[in-house]
């Protein structure tokens, strides 16, 4: 957390907008934690403290409709699994969450790498998941993690980098999320202290930040 700008630095970081995978954008209020969501036409505002929200298509509300609702039910899912590809490094410390040093290792591409255990106690949308994070011992910065389904499984589903980090404000993310033949990557990341106004109540679809 300290080689990726702070505690500090994270706690006082405000709108964070990322694309996750070149389908979602979202932007996070993280002091009040307002989300805005939208895909094609599609736009999702609401609170992920009340789960409650409006959805949009086009512009107008569907809020009421099996489509609307079933985004809305999902909201805090979403923003769950779609903030943790971008700032799982900040939440290692969450209460629920547990770690365990490993020993050393190797990343995909043969660097040496510290191993810790990520698993959970009650916690998060997904808490049989267990996680082995990569850790650099010269930047101390995560550069691969592999996922495992089922705290049990003997296998990852995937193991993918975490790299390329670049300065968002004072924090440093990585976009980078190949598996080594996919390219994947976490595009139009943003972290700023203001929004234009009525930004995050849009009903239609808007910029992203930069």
């Known amino acids: 957390m300290q080689a990726m700008g702070g505690y500090d630095a994270w706690q006082k970081a405000r709108f964070i907008g990322w694309e996750f995978f070149g389908e979602q954008y979202q932007v996070w209020d993280k002091q009040t934690n307002d989300f805005r969501w939208q895909k094609g036409d599609l736009v999702m505002t609401g609170n992920l403290n009340t789960r409650t929200g409006k959805v949009y298509k086009a512009g107008q509300d569907i809020s009421e409709t099996e489509e609307g609702k079933k985004l809305l039910t999902n909201m805090y899912a979403t923003w769950a699994n779609n903030s943790w ?3 799982m490094p900040f939440k290692l410390k969450d209460s629920g969450v547990k770690l365990a040093y490993k020993g050393t290792g190797k990343t995909m591409q043969g660097s040496p790498a ?3 255990e990520m698993t959970f106690e009650n916690v998060g949308v997904t808490p049989n ?3 082995e994070l990569l850790i650099s011992p010269r930047t101390y910065l995560l550069e691969e ?6 705290a049990t499984d003997a296998a990852p589903s995937f193991r993918r980098q975490w790299s390329d980090y670049r300065p968002y404000g004072r924090l440093l993310l990585a976009d980078n999320r190949t598996d080594g033949k996919d390219g994947r990557r976490l595009n139009s990341i943003a972290v700023v202290p203001k929004l234009p106004a009525g930004y995050l109540q849009n009903p ?4 992203k930040l930069k």
């Open 204 to 207: 239609k679809p808007q910029d």
């Open 114 to 116: 510290r191993v810790v």
């Open 145 to 150: 993690w592999a996922f495992y389904r089922n």
């Open 129 to 131: 998941n267990r996680y």
């Open 85 to 87: 590809w971008l700032l």
